[in-house]
């Protein structure tokens, strides 16, 4: 600042210089001044965020995208970029993990093992970039193809329990301090440390700044980056072994597009992706940012699908003043203040605006019979029609017996799904259902909701290692047998078959699958001559089975571990589909049976979802007003085929 901008400077009285001296440092700490308007906001908007309870689910919950997040600014300091640290978390975590309890090794060499696979993995990233010459983007989506496969391979597709020395890292000391929270810190402090006080850091300033200039000046740029990078990987083993602790297993698909929200975190923050610039302090208020927005959100009843748009704004928002700042703008403390909760308050208006009208779809009340009786419904996922028809019979049962309904959508993501239900466990929910992503990672939040006292019912799937009042669920090993043996009725015993498998690590594939085995053992002329992943999606199981055929043209049955993925199959079938391509699936959805009239889908097994989300309402309010409940609620479990199909359209 100039001499003759302060001589301008009009001097105001003596008492007002400290609030004009936290104006101005808000002012230029515009991420600490959105997360205080922010946390204004949602504390007058919703009576449950400002709980001790609460406050510290928020902590617990950013955390393991702050720890990606340190480590991520290295990388943007230097003016680059790290597409991978998400799956390097999960491929730490699962070799930990499976050295520590299927390799019988110690624990704390254990422990040291995943930090220096995320070690490596970083230096293998630093090589391509610099003695590689691969562009940062290209080098790090190279690295996260690898370790998610790696992840995939090393686990068979499936959690593997973790050490219980180690899960301690996901416990709370005492009644309110949260071993991740004190992890964070500690990572933040490192950061702070690194950045300020080393060579190291000063180097990434300078190559960030001016690359060329700082290699004239003396610094070995391309050992930098390697350090860079190394750090950055090194960072996201130690996020990923606290998140696995959090869910008590190592799952091959955990923190599945955790690299964005670090780098969003880091940007909020005020780091720039032109390099430079950024700080951990600014890192940490970036990622309490999201958090407490995510946090927020929900407890505003807010879906998760607006939640992310939400984000996206705040984000563009974040780039946007980087932008402006970088261009030489200045912005005034007072502006930011103002334009600051214009802003916020646009955000939680329309949230409120979302929550209150029933556009997000994940409320429901009524008036009779339930009254106040609070329950939180934590689904899977939305993406998938057989949840959705769940999520709606749930709904409509909810509005039927006066019951408050709140839907979370975990998007496939066991950590999203245990910040759900601890959310709904702050919110002191009188009951809460949960339809697990994992049966094992499930299972560290319903402990929590059992310490609360809050009763948890399971809906068509278990939780493994906690007490749930009640399993409202079809078998589906069963369901997978009687798929076999359909299968077998249609093929006359004899035939080549492919099995198009569901999202790898769920139970729900993992369940199918072996049943369907099971069930096939029974008719030795039937031959399994592929089983592929299709993530439980349509377009994917069009590629899956478009490619297979190409291998095996010969195929005359597919079973497909959904309805979706076995839509996708008929489509790469074509004319075959249903006729000289015998097609079984699971779910029963509406897609499902109009294929089955339709007569490209043989038969699917139906699992009346509708049904399944109202048995699991009626079951919550139950425990709620304190009925005794039987362990196991079964859901009817049938064949649809063409002749009987008519009977399940409207299910």
Known sequence: MSTETLRKRPQGPRSGGAALAAGRLLGENG?????????????IASGDFLTVTNLLNVGVQAAVVAILAFGSTFVIVTAGIDLSVGAVAALSAVVLAWTATQHGLAWPLALVAAVLVGLVAGLVNGALITYGKLPPFIATLAMLGVARGLALVISGGSPIAFPGAVTHLGDTIGSYLPVPV?????MGLLTALILARTYSGRAMYAIGGNEEAARLSGIRVDR????????????????????ASRLASA???????????????????????SGGKGRAFGTLVGALILAVLRNGLNLLSVSAFWQQVVIGVVIAAAVLLDTVRRRGLRVRPATFWAGGAAVVAVIVALAAVVATTGG????????????????????????????VQFRQGAQDEARKVGVKLTVGDAQNDASQQVNQVQNYTSQGMKAIIVNPVDSDAAAPAVKAANRAGIPVVAADRTVNGAKVEQLVASDNVAGGKDAAAEMARLLGGKGKIVVIQGQPGTSASRERGQGFSEGLKQYPGIQVVAKQPADFDRTKGLDVMTNLLQSHPDVNGVFAENDEMALGAIKALGGKAGKQVKV??????????????????????????????????DSA??????????????????????ENAAQFATQ
């Open 31 to 43: 991420a600490l001044a959105g997360l205080i308007i922010l946390v204004v906001a949602l504390a």
């Open 182 to 186: 004190i992890v964070m810190i500690v």
């Open 224 to 243: 930098q980056k390697l350090v860079t990078y190394a750090l950055a990987g090194a960072f996201a083993a130690v996020a990923g072994i606290v998140l």
């Open 251 to 273: 799952q091959p698909q955990a923190a599945n597009g955790y690299e964005l929200d670090a780098i969003a975190a880091v940007v909020i923050g005020g780091a720039s992706l």
């Open 360 to 387: 997000n779809d994940s409320k429901s009340g009524g008036a009779a019979g339930g009254g106040s009786v609070r329950i939180g419904l934590s689904v899977s996922t939305l993406n998938n029609p057989f949840f």
């Open 584 to 617: 079984v699936a699971f779910d029963g959805t509406p897609d499902g049976i109009k294929a089955v009239q339709a007569g490209t889908l043989n038969a699917t097994v139906a699992q009346q979802p509708r049904l399944l989300g109202k048995m699991a309402v």
């Open 621 to 642: 309010l139950k425990a709620a007003r304190g009925g005794e409940l039987v362990a196991n609620a079964p859901v009817p479990v049938k064949i649809a085929t063409p």
